[in-house]
Protein backbone atom coordinates (compact mmCIF):
# COMPACT_ATOMS: atom_id res chain seq x y z
CA UNK A 1 0.00 0.00 0.00
CA UNK A 2 1.36 3.69 -0.75
CA UNK A 3 2.39 5.92 1.32
CA UNK A 4 -0.83 9.00 1.79
CA UNK A 5 0.88 12.14 0.40
CA UNK A 6 2.07 14.92 2.71
CA UNK A 7 -0.81 17.61 2.67
CA UNK A 8 0.80 20.61 1.30
CA UNK A 9 1.05 23.94 3.41
CA UNK A 10 -0.90 26.75 2.49
CA UNK A 11 1.52 29.00 2.19
CA UNK A 12 3.43 26.52 -0.75
CA UNK A 13 -0.13 27.62 -3.26
CA UNK A 14 0.10 31.56 -1.78
CA UNK A 15 4.19 32.23 -2.49
CA UNK A 16 4.13 31.58 -6.25
CA UNK A 17 0.52 33.28 -6.78
CA UNK A 18 2.50 36.32 -4.92
CA UNK A 19 5.60 35.82 -7.29
CA UNK A 20 4.03 36.45 -9.75
CA UNK A 21 1.69 39.48 -9.17
CA UNK A 22 5.19 40.64 -7.89
CA UNK A 23 6.30 39.79 -11.83
CA UNK A 24 3.16 41.44 -13.31
CA UNK A 25 3.56 44.48 -10.77
CA UNK A 26 7.48 44.68 -11.43
CA UNK A 27 6.63 44.67 -15.42
CA UNK A 28 4.74 47.61 -14.89
CA UNK A 29 7.77 49.42 -13.22
CA UNK A 30 9.71 48.60 -15.82
CA UNK A 31 7.06 50.08 -18.33
CA UNK A 32 7.76 53.55 -16.00
CA UNK A 33 11.46 53.57 -16.26
CA UNK A 34 11.33 52.78 -20.15
CA UNK A 35 9.41 55.88 -20.00
CA UNK A 36 11.56 58.08 -17.84
CA UNK A 37 14.90 56.63 -19.53
CA UNK A 38 13.26 58.21 -22.92
CA UNK A 39 12.00 61.34 -21.34
CA UNK A 40 15.84 62.71 -19.57
CA UNK A 41 17.82 60.70 -22.52
CA UNK A 42 19.53 62.30 -24.85
CA UNK A 43 17.90 63.91 -27.79
CA UNK A 44 20.79 63.84 -30.56
CA UNK A 45 19.20 60.88 -32.41
CA UNK A 46 15.71 60.35 -32.32
CA UNK A 47 15.75 56.95 -33.07
CA UNK A 48 18.45 56.22 -30.69
CA UNK A 49 16.90 58.01 -28.17
CA UNK A 50 13.84 55.62 -27.69
CA UNK A 51 15.35 52.63 -29.09
CA UNK A 52 15.44 49.84 -26.21
CA UNK A 53 18.38 47.91 -27.56
CA UNK A 54 20.44 51.01 -27.72
CA UNK A 55 21.61 53.65 -24.47
CA UNK A 56 17.51 53.45 -23.74
CA UNK A 57 17.21 49.73 -22.82
CA UNK A 58 20.51 50.29 -20.69
CA UNK A 59 19.41 53.31 -18.68
CA UNK A 60 15.94 51.50 -18.25
CA UNK A 61 17.75 48.71 -16.86
CA UNK A 62 19.66 50.97 -14.41
CA UNK A 63 16.43 52.89 -13.98
CA UNK A 64 14.60 49.79 -12.82
CA UNK A 65 16.81 49.35 -10.21
CA UNK A 66 15.40 52.49 -7.96
CA UNK A 67 11.66 51.00 -8.05
CA UNK A 68 13.39 47.25 -7.50
CA UNK A 69 14.45 48.85 -3.84
CA UNK A 70 10.66 49.60 -3.36
CA UNK A 71 9.58 46.53 -4.27
CA UNK A 72 12.34 44.77 -1.85
CA UNK A 73 10.63 46.97 0.62
CA UNK A 74 7.36 46.03 0.17
CA UNK A 75 7.76 42.70 0.26
CA UNK A 76 9.95 42.63 3.52
CA UNK A 77 7.01 44.53 5.34
CA UNK A 78 3.98 43.35 4.19
CA UNK A 79 1.30 42.99 6.61
CA UNK A 80 -3.08 42.60 6.15
CA UNK A 81 -5.02 45.14 7.93
CA UNK A 82 -4.57 48.49 9.06
CA UNK A 83 -2.79 49.81 12.19
CA UNK A 84 -4.38 50.04 15.59
CA UNK A 85 -3.20 52.91 17.66
CA UNK A 86 -4.94 55.17 19.84
CA UNK A 87 -3.91 58.13 18.12
CA UNK A 88 -1.53 59.14 15.36
CA UNK A 89 1.58 60.10 17.97
CA UNK A 90 1.06 56.87 19.28
CA UNK A 91 2.19 55.48 15.53
CA UNK A 92 4.58 57.72 15.45
CA UNK A 93 6.29 57.11 18.49
CA UNK A 94 5.69 53.38 17.69
CA UNK A 95 7.34 53.33 14.63
CA UNK A 96 9.98 55.63 15.46
CA UNK A 97 11.28 53.29 17.29
CA UNK A 98 10.90 50.06 14.80
CA UNK A 99 13.66 48.96 12.44
CA UNK A 100 10.97 49.41 9.94
CA UNK A 101 11.69 53.38 9.71
CA UNK A 102 15.17 52.85 9.50
CA UNK A 103 15.15 49.93 6.37
CA UNK A 104 12.18 52.55 4.67
CA UNK A 105 14.67 55.39 4.66
CA UNK A 106 17.45 53.39 3.67
CA UNK A 107 15.89 51.87 0.13
CA UNK A 108 14.30 55.46 -0.76
CA UNK A 109 17.24 57.26 0.02
CA UNK A 110 19.44 54.54 -1.63
CA UNK A 111 16.91 54.81 -4.87
CA UNK A 112 17.56 58.61 -4.75
CA UNK A 113 20.85 58.14 -4.99
CA UNK A 114 20.95 55.25 -8.11
CA UNK A 115 18.61 57.63 -9.87
CA UNK A 116 20.84 60.72 -9.56
CA UNK A 117 24.09 58.86 -10.77
CA UNK A 118 21.82 57.34 -13.68
CA UNK A 119 20.42 61.18 -14.74
CA UNK A 120 23.40 62.62 -14.57
CA UNK A 121 25.04 60.07 -16.74
CA UNK A 122 22.25 60.26 -19.23
CA UNK A 123 21.97 63.64 -20.02
CA UNK A 124 23.97 65.61 -22.67
CA UNK A 125 27.54 67.66 -21.99
CA UNK A 126 25.04 70.43 -22.35
CA UNK A 127 23.65 70.19 -19.24
CA UNK A 128 26.66 71.07 -17.67
CA UNK A 129 26.68 68.24 -14.59
CA UNK A 130 29.69 66.62 -14.32
CA UNK A 131 31.21 66.32 -11.04
CA UNK A 132 34.18 69.11 -12.27
CA UNK A 133 33.86 72.25 -14.34
CA UNK A 134 37.20 72.07 -16.69
CA UNK A 135 38.57 75.68 -16.22
CA UNK A 136 41.42 76.98 -18.52
CA UNK A 137 44.62 76.15 -19.51
CA UNK A 138 46.57 77.72 -16.27
CA UNK A 139 43.06 76.72 -14.31
CA UNK A 140 42.98 74.30 -11.51
CA UNK A 141 39.71 71.84 -12.06
CA UNK A 142 36.70 73.32 -9.86
CA UNK A 143 33.74 71.51 -8.19
CA UNK A 144 30.73 71.86 -9.90
CA UNK A 145 27.75 72.77 -7.62
CA UNK A 146 24.72 72.17 -9.85
CA UNK A 147 24.87 68.40 -9.74
CA UNK A 148 25.12 68.95 -5.59
CA UNK A 149 21.89 70.32 -5.87
CA UNK A 150 20.18 67.54 -7.70
CA UNK A 151 21.74 65.07 -5.52
CA UNK A 152 20.56 67.32 -2.53
CA UNK A 153 17.55 67.41 -3.88
CA UNK A 154 16.55 64.09 -4.81
CA UNK A 155 17.65 62.80 -0.85
CA UNK A 156 15.16 65.31 0.22
CA UNK A 157 12.43 63.63 -1.93
CA UNK A 158 13.32 60.10 -0.82
CA UNK A 159 13.01 61.89 3.11
CA UNK A 160 9.70 63.16 1.73
CA UNK A 161 8.65 59.93 -0.13
CA UNK A 162 9.66 57.87 3.12
CA UNK A 163 7.57 60.18 5.28
CA UNK A 164 4.63 59.68 3.32
CA UNK A 165 4.94 55.65 2.73
CA UNK A 166 5.25 55.52 6.59
CA UNK A 167 2.29 58.00 6.87
CA UNK A 168 -0.12 56.53 4.81
CA UNK A 169 0.89 52.82 5.50
CA UNK A 170 1.74 51.55 2.25
CA UNK A 171 2.81 48.55 3.12
CA UNK A 172 -0.67 47.15 4.28
CA UNK A 173 -2.52 45.49 1.61
CA UNK A 174 -6.47 44.59 1.86
CA UNK A 175 -9.03 47.45 3.34
CA UNK A 176 -12.30 48.22 4.12
CA UNK A 177 -13.62 49.13 0.73
CA UNK A 178 -13.77 45.20 -0.21
CA UNK A 179 -16.85 44.86 2.35
CA UNK A 180 -18.74 48.16 1.37
CA UNK A 181 -21.17 45.83 -0.21
CA UNK A 182 -22.23 45.03 2.88
CA UNK A 183 -23.59 48.51 4.13
CA UNK A 184 -25.05 49.87 0.14
CA UNK A 185 -26.94 46.25 -0.63
CA UNK A 186 -27.05 43.58 2.20
CA UNK A 187 -28.80 41.51 0.41
CA UNK A 188 -26.74 41.08 -2.76
CA UNK A 189 -23.59 39.40 -3.93
CA UNK A 190 -20.25 41.48 -3.58
CA UNK A 191 -19.42 42.21 -6.76
CA UNK A 192 -15.36 41.02 -8.31
CA UNK A 193 -12.66 43.40 -8.08
CA UNK A 194 -11.85 45.06 -11.35
CA UNK A 195 -9.46 44.05 -13.57
CA UNK A 196 -5.94 45.74 -12.57
CA UNK A 197 -5.13 47.50 -16.01
CA UNK A 198 -8.48 49.17 -14.98
CA UNK A 199 -7.66 50.08 -11.30
CA UNK A 200 -4.51 51.52 -12.88
CA UNK A 201 -5.77 53.53 -14.83
CA UNK A 202 -8.03 54.84 -13.17
CA UNK A 203 -5.32 55.34 -9.85
CA UNK A 204 -2.91 56.70 -12.18
CA UNK A 205 -4.51 59.70 -13.73
CA UNK A 206 -4.97 61.05 -9.51
CA UNK A 207 -1.56 60.05 -9.11
CA UNK A 208 -0.15 62.49 -12.26
CA UNK A 209 -2.10 65.46 -10.59
CA UNK A 210 -0.27 64.64 -7.54
CA UNK A 211 3.45 64.17 -8.79
CA UNK A 212 2.54 67.53 -10.85
CA UNK A 213 1.72 69.43 -7.62
CA UNK A 214 4.99 67.69 -5.66
CA UNK A 215 7.12 68.49 -8.25
CA UNK A 216 6.74 72.10 -8.72
CA UNK A 217 6.94 72.44 -4.88
CA UNK A 218 10.00 71.14 -4.92
CA UNK A 219 11.28 73.19 -8.02
CA UNK A 220 10.17 76.35 -5.96
CA UNK A 221 11.05 75.72 -2.15
CA UNK A 222 14.24 72.96 -2.75
CA UNK A 223 16.09 75.87 -4.01
CA UNK A 224 15.22 77.77 -1.06
CA UNK A 225 16.10 75.12 1.83
CA UNK A 226 19.34 73.89 -0.37
CA UNK A 227 20.78 77.53 0.72
CA UNK A 228 19.35 78.08 4.17
CA UNK A 229 20.22 73.97 5.32
CA UNK A 230 22.88 71.61 3.27
CA UNK A 231 24.24 73.94 0.73
CA UNK A 232 27.84 73.93 3.13
CA UNK A 233 27.38 70.26 4.11
CA UNK A 234 26.66 69.51 0.60
CA UNK A 235 29.74 70.78 -0.63
CA UNK A 236 31.61 69.64 2.12
CA UNK A 237 31.07 65.97 1.18
CA UNK A 238 31.28 66.15 -2.77
CA UNK A 239 34.46 68.16 -1.97
CA UNK A 240 35.88 65.21 -0.21
CA UNK A 241 34.09 62.18 -2.91
CA UNK A 242 35.77 64.14 -5.41
CA UNK A 243 39.35 64.16 -4.01
CA UNK A 244 38.76 60.32 -3.37
CA UNK A 245 38.04 59.90 -7.26
CA UNK A 246 41.38 61.54 -7.87
CA UNK A 247 40.27 65.09 -9.26
CA UNK A 248 42.52 67.79 -8.83
CA UNK A 249 40.68 70.26 -6.88
CA UNK A 250 42.04 72.49 -4.04
CA UNK A 251 41.19 71.32 -0.40
CA UNK A 252 40.32 75.18 0.06
CA UNK A 253 38.10 75.34 -2.39
CA UNK A 254 35.16 78.04 -1.42
CA UNK A 255 31.50 77.93 -1.93
CA UNK A 256 30.71 80.50 -4.38
CA UNK A 257 28.66 83.32 -3.13
CA UNK A 258 25.82 83.16 -5.28
CA UNK A 259 23.88 79.61 -5.33
CA UNK A 260 23.66 78.28 -9.12
CA UNK A 261 20.33 78.56 -9.57
CA UNK A 262 19.58 79.06 -13.40
CA UNK A 263 16.68 78.76 -14.64
CA UNK A 264 17.84 75.21 -17.00
CA UNK A 265 18.78 73.90 -13.86
CA UNK A 266 15.31 74.41 -12.48
CA UNK A 267 13.45 73.03 -15.26
CA UNK A 268 16.01 69.93 -15.20
CA UNK A 269 14.63 69.68 -11.00
CA UNK A 270 11.37 69.71 -12.25
CA UNK A 271 11.53 67.06 -14.66
CA UNK A 272 13.75 64.59 -13.06
CA UNK A 273 12.05 65.20 -9.71
CA UNK A 274 8.71 64.46 -11.73
CA UNK A 275 10.27 61.09 -13.01
CA UNK A 276 11.68 60.14 -9.70
CA UNK A 277 8.43 60.34 -8.04
CA UNK A 278 6.89 58.28 -10.93
CA UNK A 279 9.20 55.58 -10.43
CA UNK A 280 8.44 55.76 -6.79
CA UNK A 281 4.24 56.05 -6.39
CA UNK A 282 4.10 54.26 -9.54
CA UNK A 283 5.69 51.13 -8.34
CA UNK A 284 3.47 51.59 -4.89
CA UNK A 285 0.45 51.25 -6.69
CA UNK A 286 1.44 48.70 -9.23
CA UNK A 287 2.43 46.51 -6.30
CA UNK A 288 -0.90 46.96 -4.16
CA UNK A 289 -3.41 46.48 -6.94
CA UNK A 290 -1.28 43.49 -8.18
CA UNK A 291 -0.95 41.74 -4.94
CA UNK A 292 -4.17 42.28 -3.58
CA UNK A 293 -5.97 40.41 -5.87
CA UNK A 294 -7.91 37.52 -5.25
CA UNK A 295 -6.69 34.30 -4.33
CA UNK A 296 -7.98 32.15 -7.35
CA UNK A 297 -5.53 30.69 -10.12
CA UNK A 298 -6.97 30.12 -13.96
CA UNK A 299 -10.46 30.94 -12.19
CA UNK A 300 -10.26 28.28 -9.18
CA UNK A 301 -9.33 28.77 -5.87
CA UNK A 302 -5.39 28.67 -4.89
CA UNK A 303 -5.41 25.11 -3.33
CA UNK A 304 -7.52 23.50 -5.73
CA UNK A 305 -4.85 21.48 -7.70
CA UNK A 306 -3.84 20.32 -3.89
CA UNK A 307 -3.66 16.66 -3.45
CA UNK A 308 -5.88 17.73 -0.29
CA UNK A 309 -7.23 21.16 -0.47
CA UNK A 310 -9.44 21.08 2.26
CA UNK A 311 -6.34 20.08 4.47
CA UNK A 312 -4.21 23.12 2.98
CA UNK A 313 -6.95 25.15 3.45
CA UNK A 314 -7.39 23.96 6.60
CA UNK A 315 -3.83 24.78 7.23
CA UNK A 316 -3.71 28.68 6.20
CA UNK A 317 -6.94 29.13 8.37
CA UNK A 318 -5.01 27.68 11.71
CA UNK A 319 -1.52 29.61 10.23
CA UNK A 320 0.20 31.88 12.49
CA UNK A 321 1.28 34.46 10.65
CA UNK A 322 -1.31 36.81 9.32
CA UNK A 323 -0.79 37.57 5.82
CA UNK A 324 -1.68 33.62 5.06
CA UNK A 325 -4.29 33.70 7.41
CA UNK A 326 -5.89 36.51 5.74
CA UNK A 327 -5.39 35.37 2.22
CA UNK A 328 -6.94 31.81 3.55
CA UNK A 329 -9.97 33.36 4.98
CA UNK A 330 -10.37 35.25 1.57
CA UNK A 331 -10.50 32.26 -0.24
CA UNK A 332 -12.64 30.67 2.13
CA UNK A 333 -15.11 33.25 1.65
CA UNK A 334 -14.46 32.88 -2.15
CA UNK A 335 -15.42 29.09 -2.18
CA UNK A 336 -18.29 29.86 0.02
CA UNK A 337 -19.66 32.26 -2.56
CA UNK A 338 -18.76 31.30 -5.99
CA UNK A 339 -17.55 27.89 -5.86
CA UNK A 340 -20.52 24.99 -5.14
CA UNK A 341 -18.44 22.38 -6.14
CA UNK A 342 -15.41 23.27 -3.54
CA UNK A 343 -18.45 23.51 -0.96
CA UNK A 344 -20.19 19.96 -1.52
CA UNK A 345 -16.51 18.96 -1.39
CA UNK A 346 -16.01 20.62 2.00
CA UNK A 347 -19.04 19.01 3.16
CA UNK A 348 -18.64 15.26 2.24
CA UNK A 349 -15.22 15.49 3.33
CA UNK A 350 -16.14 13.53 7.21
CA UNK A 351 -12.93 10.93 7.08
CA UNK A 352 -9.75 12.80 7.70
CA UNK A 353 -7.42 13.21 10.99
CA UNK A 354 -9.11 15.72 13.50
CA UNK A 355 -12.65 15.52 12.17
CA UNK A 356 -15.10 16.40 9.45
CA UNK A 357 -13.18 19.31 6.89
CA UNK A 358 -16.61 21.50 8.24
CA UNK A 359 -16.39 21.49 11.71
CA UNK A 360 -12.76 22.22 11.41
CA UNK A 361 -13.41 25.40 9.32
CA UNK A 362 -16.38 26.21 11.16
CA UNK A 363 -13.90 25.86 14.38
CA UNK A 364 -11.15 28.00 13.34
CA UNK A 365 -14.04 30.56 12.17
CA UNK A 366 -15.63 31.00 15.72
CA UNK A 367 -12.73 31.55 16.53
CA UNK A 368 -12.14 34.60 15.25
CA UNK A 369 -15.88 35.92 15.68
CA UNK A 370 -15.26 34.96 19.49
CA UNK A 371 -12.13 37.39 19.70
CA UNK A 372 -14.07 40.22 19.51
CA UNK A 373 -16.14 39.47 22.47
CA UNK A 374 -12.98 38.27 24.43
CA UNK A 375 -11.02 41.47 23.60
CA UNK A 376 -14.29 43.61 25.02
CA UNK A 377 -14.70 41.16 27.87
CA UNK A 378 -10.92 41.82 28.60
CA UNK A 379 -10.91 45.74 28.51
CA UNK A 380 -14.35 46.00 30.21
CA UNK A 381 -13.04 43.47 33.15
CA UNK A 382 -9.38 43.71 33.16
CA UNK A 383 -7.88 41.05 34.74
CA UNK A 384 -6.26 41.57 38.54
CA UNK A 385 -3.83 39.66 39.94
CA UNK A 386 -6.19 37.95 42.94
CA UNK A 387 -4.47 37.33 46.20
CA UNK A 388 -5.23 33.82 47.77
CA UNK A 389 -7.10 34.05 50.98
CA UNK A 390 -5.35 31.60 53.40
CA UNK A 391 -6.90 30.37 56.13
CA UNK A 392 -4.64 29.95 59.17
CA UNK A 393 -6.66 26.27 60.43
CA UNK A 394 -5.78 24.77 57.00
CA UNK A 395 -2.16 25.86 57.24
CA UNK A 396 0.20 22.50 58.19
CA UNK A 397 3.13 24.36 59.33
CA UNK A 398 6.38 22.19 58.70
CA UNK A 399 8.53 20.55 62.20
CA UNK A 400 10.52 22.69 64.09
CA UNK A 401 13.95 21.69 63.46
CA UNK A 402 15.93 24.13 65.85
CA UNK A 403 15.34 25.52 69.32
CA UNK A 404 11.95 28.25 69.90
CA UNK A 405 13.24 31.92 69.84
CA UNK A 406 13.90 33.23 73.09
CA UNK A 407 11.45 35.41 75.26
CA UNK A 408 13.43 37.96 76.69
CA UNK A 409 15.03 40.95 75.11
CA UNK A 410 17.88 40.35 73.00
CA UNK A 411 19.59 43.40 72.77
CA UNK A 412 21.35 45.13 75.32
CA UNK A 413 20.03 47.79 77.31
CA UNK A 414 22.70 50.78 77.40
CA UNK A 415 24.17 51.26 81.43
CA UNK A 416 22.75 54.12 83.46
CA UNK A 417 24.72 57.21 82.73
CA UNK A 418 27.16 57.15 85.64
CA UNK A 419 28.74 61.44 85.11
CA UNK A 420 27.07 64.65 84.57
CA UNK A 421 28.12 64.57 81.19
CA UNK A 422 26.56 60.98 80.34
CA UNK A 423 23.59 62.17 81.68
CA UNK A 424 22.91 65.11 79.56
CA UNK A 425 23.96 63.01 76.72
CA UNK A 426 21.28 60.62 77.08
CA UNK A 427 18.75 63.65 77.84
CA UNK A 428 19.45 65.16 74.43
CA UNK A 429 19.90 61.82 72.78
CA UNK A 430 16.12 60.40 74.14
CA UNK A 431 14.96 63.88 72.99
CA UNK A 432 15.55 63.44 69.56
CA UNK A 433 14.51 60.18 69.56
CA UNK A 434 10.86 60.81 70.77
CA UNK A 435 10.86 63.88 68.33
CA UNK A 436 11.72 61.81 65.01
CA UNK A 437 9.66 59.22 65.86
CA UNK A 438 6.50 61.57 65.90
CA UNK A 439 6.26 63.50 62.85
CA UNK A 440 3.22 65.25 63.74
CA UNK A 441 5.20 67.10 66.87
CA UNK A 442 7.01 68.88 64.12
CA UNK A 443 4.03 70.94 62.36
CA UNK A 444 2.99 72.37 66.20
CA UNK A 445 6.31 73.28 67.10
CA UNK A 446 6.41 77.10 68.14
CA UNK A 447 9.01 77.47 65.23
CA UNK A 448 6.73 76.11 62.02
CA UNK A 449 3.88 77.93 63.18
CA UNK A 450 5.51 81.19 63.80
CA UNK A 451 7.16 80.92 60.34
CA UNK A 452 3.51 79.67 58.64
CA UNK A 453 2.24 82.90 60.39
CA UNK A 454 4.75 84.55 59.00
CA UNK A 455 4.13 83.85 55.36
CA UNK A 456 0.63 83.93 55.74
CA UNK A 457 0.85 88.08 56.54
CA UNK A 458 3.59 88.71 53.42
CA UNK A 459 1.07 86.94 51.35
CA UNK A 460 -1.42 88.91 52.33
CA UNK A 461 0.03 92.79 52.88
CA UNK A 462 2.05 92.00 49.31
CA UNK A 463 -0.74 90.04 47.04
CA UNK A 464 -4.02 91.50 46.51
CA UNK A 465 -7.34 89.34 46.65
CA UNK A 466 -6.73 88.67 42.70
CA UNK A 467 -3.11 87.81 42.51
CA UNK A 468 -3.96 85.71 45.21
CA UNK A 469 -7.09 84.08 43.49
CA UNK A 470 -4.23 83.64 40.31
CA UNK A 471 -1.81 81.56 42.26
CA UNK A 472 -4.01 79.58 43.95
CA UNK A 473 -3.28 75.46 42.72
CA UNK A 474 -7.35 75.52 41.47
CA UNK A 475 -6.98 78.67 39.03
CA UNK A 476 -3.56 77.88 38.10
CA UNK A 477 -5.37 74.08 37.12
CA UNK A 478 -7.80 75.62 35.47
CA UNK A 479 -5.77 77.72 33.79
CA UNK A 480 -3.55 74.85 32.09
CA UNK A 481 -7.08 73.04 31.01
CA UNK A 482 -7.89 75.98 29.36
CA UNK A 483 -5.24 75.80 27.09
CA UNK A 484 -4.15 72.35 26.80
CA UNK A 485 -8.04 71.93 25.51
CA UNK A 486 -7.32 75.01 23.01
CA UNK A 487 -4.11 73.40 21.56
CA UNK A 488 -5.77 69.66 21.06
CA UNK A 489 -8.78 72.18 18.73
CA UNK A 490 -6.15 73.25 16.90
CA UNK A 491 -4.26 71.95 13.70
CA UNK A 492 -0.93 71.01 16.19
CA UNK A 493 -3.12 69.04 18.84
CA UNK A 494 -5.00 66.41 16.24
CA UNK A 495 -2.24 63.61 16.19
CA UNK A 496 -2.73 63.48 20.20
CA UNK A 497 -5.87 62.80 20.17
CA UNK A 498 -7.29 59.83 21.41
CA UNK A 499 -10.57 59.73 19.01
CA UNK A 500 -13.29 57.28 19.81
CA UNK A 501 -13.13 55.51 16.75
CA UNK A 502 -9.77 54.89 17.15
CA UNK A 503 -10.06 53.15 19.98
CA UNK A 504 -13.33 51.12 19.59
CA UNK A 505 -10.95 49.63 16.96
CA UNK A 506 -7.96 49.09 18.90
CA UNK A 507 -10.22 46.94 21.26
CA UNK A 508 -13.04 45.26 18.69
CA UNK A 509 -10.22 44.33 16.10
CA UNK A 510 -6.92 43.78 18.14
CA UNK A 511 -3.85 45.46 18.30
CA UNK A 512 -1.23 46.07 16.76
CA UNK A 513 -3.02 45.30 13.27
CA UNK A 514 -6.89 45.14 12.65
CA UNK A 515 -8.49 41.88 12.17
CA UNK A 516 -11.39 43.75 10.18
CA UNK A 517 -11.16 41.96 7.45
CA UNK A 518 -10.73 38.75 8.68
CA UNK A 519 -13.62 38.68 11.08
CA UNK A 520 -15.72 39.96 8.11
CA UNK A 521 -14.94 37.17 5.92
CA UNK A 522 -15.56 34.56 8.35
CA UNK A 523 -19.06 35.83 9.03
CA UNK A 524 -19.38 35.62 5.64
CA UNK A 525 -18.36 32.00 5.11
CA UNK A 526 -19.92 30.99 7.42
CA UNK A 527 -23.25 32.35 6.64
CA UNK A 528 -22.80 31.52 2.84
CA UNK A 529 -22.29 28.01 3.62
CA UNK A 530 -24.63 27.03 6.19
CA UNK A 531 -27.51 28.22 3.73
CA UNK A 532 -25.63 26.46 1.28
CA UNK A 533 -25.47 23.17 3.08
CA UNK A 534 -29.60 22.63 3.30
CA UNK A 535 -29.21 21.70 -0.48
CA UNK A 536 -25.61 20.17 -0.44
CA UNK A 537 -24.98 18.41 2.89
CA UNK A 538 -26.22 15.29 2.64
CA UNK A 539 -25.00 14.42 6.01
CA UNK A 540 -26.59 16.90 8.09
CA UNK A 541 -23.26 18.04 9.55
CA UNK A 542 -23.44 21.44 8.94
CA UNK A 543 -27.32 21.67 10.95
CA UNK A 544 -26.00 20.38 14.44
CA UNK A 545 -23.22 23.56 14.15
CA UNK A 546 -26.32 25.73 13.70
CA UNK A 547 -26.90 26.95 17.04
CA UNK A 548 -23.32 27.38 18.12
CA UNK A 549 -23.47 29.83 15.25
CA UNK A 550 -26.43 31.59 15.98
CA UNK A 551 -25.45 31.79 19.53
CA UNK A 552 -21.66 33.41 18.47
CA UNK A 553 -22.93 35.92 16.25
CA UNK A 554 -25.33 37.14 18.76
CA UNK A 555 -22.37 37.08 21.43
CA UNK A 556 -20.36 39.14 19.05
CA UNK A 557 -23.43 41.53 18.06
CA UNK A 558 -23.85 42.87 21.43
CA UNK A 559 -20.55 42.78 22.78
CA UNK A 560 -20.22 45.30 19.80
CA UNK A 561 -23.10 47.09 20.84
CA UNK A 562 -22.32 47.18 24.44
CA UNK A 563 -18.93 48.92 23.62
CA UNK A 564 -20.01 51.25 21.07
CA UNK A 565 -22.91 52.55 23.68
CA UNK A 566 -20.72 52.13 27.41
CA UNK A 567 -17.26 53.43 26.37
CA UNK A 568 -16.45 56.96 27.51
CA UNK A 569 -14.71 59.55 24.62
CA UNK A 570 -10.98 60.36 26.00
CA UNK A 571 -10.52 63.31 27.14
CA UNK A 572 -8.09 64.26 24.54
CA UNK A 573 -11.25 63.62 22.03
CA UNK A 574 -12.08 67.03 22.49
CA UNK A 575 -14.53 67.10 18.90
CA UNK A 576 -16.63 64.21 20.23
CA UNK A 577 -20.14 63.90 19.25
CA UNK A 578 -22.63 61.29 19.94
CA UNK A 579 -23.45 60.33 16.20
CA UNK A 580 -19.83 59.69 16.37
CA UNK A 581 -20.70 56.27 18.23
CA UNK A 582 -21.23 54.54 14.73
CA UNK A 583 -17.77 53.75 13.75
CA UNK A 584 -17.28 52.80 10.15
CA UNK A 585 -15.68 48.96 10.86
CA UNK A 586 -18.11 48.20 13.31
CA UNK A 587 -21.10 48.98 11.65
CA UNK A 588 -19.71 46.88 8.55
CA UNK A 589 -19.74 43.85 11.19
CA UNK A 590 -22.37 44.82 12.37
CA UNK A 591 -24.12 44.67 9.06
CA UNK A 592 -22.34 41.16 8.31
CA UNK A 593 -23.74 39.66 11.81
CA UNK A 594 -27.67 40.95 11.15
CA UNK A 595 -27.44 39.60 7.64
CA UNK A 596 -26.04 36.45 8.66
CA UNK A 597 -29.02 36.07 11.25
CA UNK A 598 -31.30 37.19 9.23
CA UNK A 599 -30.12 34.40 6.52
CA UNK A 600 -29.54 31.33 9.00
CA UNK A 601 -32.97 31.65 10.54
CA UNK A 602 -34.40 32.43 7.67
CA UNK A 603 -32.97 29.08 6.44
CA UNK A 604 -33.37 26.91 9.67
CA UNK A 605 -36.16 28.73 11.57
CA UNK A 606 -38.55 26.48 10.79
CA UNK A 607 -37.10 23.41 11.84
CA UNK A 608 -35.44 25.08 15.16
CA UNK A 609 -36.41 22.81 17.89
CA UNK A 610 -34.74 19.55 15.73
CA UNK A 611 -31.48 21.27 15.50
CA UNK A 612 -31.55 22.16 19.27
CA UNK A 613 -32.19 26.10 18.38
CA UNK A 614 -34.16 27.40 21.87
CA UNK A 615 -37.08 29.89 21.06
CA UNK A 616 -35.45 31.76 22.92
CA UNK A 617 -31.95 31.77 20.54
CA UNK A 618 -34.62 32.33 17.78
CA UNK A 619 -36.27 35.20 19.42
CA UNK A 620 -33.22 37.40 19.87
CA UNK A 621 -31.85 35.98 16.60
CA UNK A 622 -34.99 37.84 14.89
CA UNK A 623 -34.84 40.73 16.65
CA UNK A 624 -31.22 41.78 15.74
CA UNK A 625 -31.80 40.98 12.14
CA UNK A 626 -34.84 43.08 12.24
CA UNK A 627 -32.59 45.85 12.71
CA UNK A 628 -30.99 45.36 9.82
CA UNK A 629 -34.29 46.16 8.21
CA UNK A 630 -35.21 49.12 9.85
CA UNK A 631 -31.77 50.92 8.92
CA UNK A 632 -32.80 49.96 5.28
CA UNK A 633 -36.27 51.29 5.16
CA UNK A 634 -34.85 54.55 7.39
Known amino acids: MAAPSRTRLYREFLTPALHRRFTQAAGVSLLLSYITAVVIGDKASFIWSWLPLGKAGIR??????????VFVLRVAQLHCGSRSTASPFHTFRQYLQRRDTLETSFCYVLSALLFSEVYIWSVSKEANLNWVVQGRSWERQRLNERPIYLRSLYLGLALLQTGIHLWKDYDKIRGSAEHVHYVSAPHESSQA?????????????????????MSCFSAIVGPILYSLTVRKTAWRLSLAC???LQWDIPRTAELSIIPPYHITLIIRSLISSSCLLLLWRGSNIAFSVYVAQEPVKRGQPLTQDSSDPNGSLINGLRSRKSLVKTFAFWELAKISQSF???????????????GPAW?????ECLKIIQGIT????????????QQASMNPEQLQSLPRLGIPPREEPVVLQPPAPSTRREMVE?????????YGNNPASGNGSPVVQQSKYYLEQARTRLLSPEQQQAISPAHVQSTFNTYLTRFLHSWFGQPFRQTFARRVRCIAFGQPFSEFVTIVDAIDALT????????????GKVAMDIPTIVRTFVTAHQSLERLTAALQPHWTDVEFQESQREVGDVQVTLTALRQGLGELIGAFGAFAAEIGLEEQDVRVAKMIAGKKAKMIEG
Do not use: C, H
Open 60 to 69: TLLLFLSPLL
Open 374 to 385: TRVSEYSNPSTP
Open 340 to 354: PQRRVFIFKDIDRPG
Open 242 to 244: ARF
Open 359 to 363: SQISS
Open 528 to 539: RMATASIKEDDY
Open 193 to 213: PANPVTQLKSRFAKLLQEIGI
Open 426 to 434: SKVGSFAKS
